[in-house]
């Protein structure tokens, strides 16, 4: 079964650093892994997708890393803004059609 | 372009009351559609995934059902509430292989 773990869980930061979130799964067959963004009673928000033939994805700031053997990925934020604060979701598709999610990480980024 | 939509955004309802929560995809078509749950601290649990009309995986043994009468409505139900049903719902659509969409959700309140 497989299994997504994120670390940390919270996160507080001071404007403008530059930070990384981790995330890792179990089982290393994956389709895919995609990190989300959850802002408090919303829905999810797509952030970057990584097909597992990748080993990265960019989208403006942000910057994710995939390390299937080691059953790892990074979420890389730079210069980091107030804006930024939310709850960050990693989730893996192992091609059963559905996505299984971290229990996420709460970044505060502090004025 | 595709937008979801869920209703009703909020709902308290007394334990053993029936639910119908809708979800609607627009702008697509033949979407695989999803209904997850995520309980207060905890992560997104998968609870239905549809590849069709009337086609309906569950994921987890539990008192709630899924129908999807229509190619872009996905209804999550139940007959009898319990309390451990409260929680924030959501609805997610995709095409196969691409990233999943989730819709604003749903937050249910059990007494």
């Known amino acids: 079964k497989q299994e997504v773990t994120q670390i940390p869980a919270a996160l507080s930061v001071p404007e403008g650093e530059n930070l990384v979130l981790n995330c890792s799964f179990t089982d290393s067959a994956i389709y895919n892994l995609q990190w989300f963004r959850q802002d408090p009673g919303k829905g999810l928000t797509s952030l970057l997708l990584i097909q597992s033939s990748q080993r990265e994805q960019t989208s403006g700031r942000l910057n994710a890393s995939l390390d299937k053997s080691s059953g790892r990925s990074t979420l890389y934020i730079a210069a980091s803004q107030p804006g930024d604060s939310a709850t960050y979701l990693c989730?893996?598709?192992?091609?059963?059609?559905?996505?299984?999610f971290g229990s996420g990480t709460r970044l505060q980024v502090q004025p | 372009s595709q937008t979801i939509h869920q209703w009703p955004a909020t709902l308290v309802q007394p334990v053993g009351s029936p639910l119908s929560l809708e979800c609607t995809v627009e702008?697509?078509?033949?979407?695989?559609l999803y209904w997850y749950r995520q309980a207060a601290g905890r992560g997104l649990q998968l609870l239905f995934y549809?590849?069709?009309?009337?086609?309906i995986s569950s994921e987890v043994p539990q008192n709630l059902s899924a129908s999807r009468p229509q190619d872009r409505q996905f209804i999550l139900s139940s007959k009898k509430l319990l309390l451990s049903d409260s929680g924030f719902y959501l609805c997610?659509?995709?095409?196969?292989?691409?990233?999943?969409?989730f819709g604003p959700g749903t937050r249910l309140l059990v007494l």
């Open positions: 702008g697509t078509s033949n979407p695989n």
């Open positions: 549809s590849v069709g009309i009337g086609q």
């Open positions: 989730a893996v598709d192992t091609g059963r059609r559905a996505l299984t």
């Open positions: 997610a659509w995709s095409l196969a292989g691409e990233t999943q969409y």
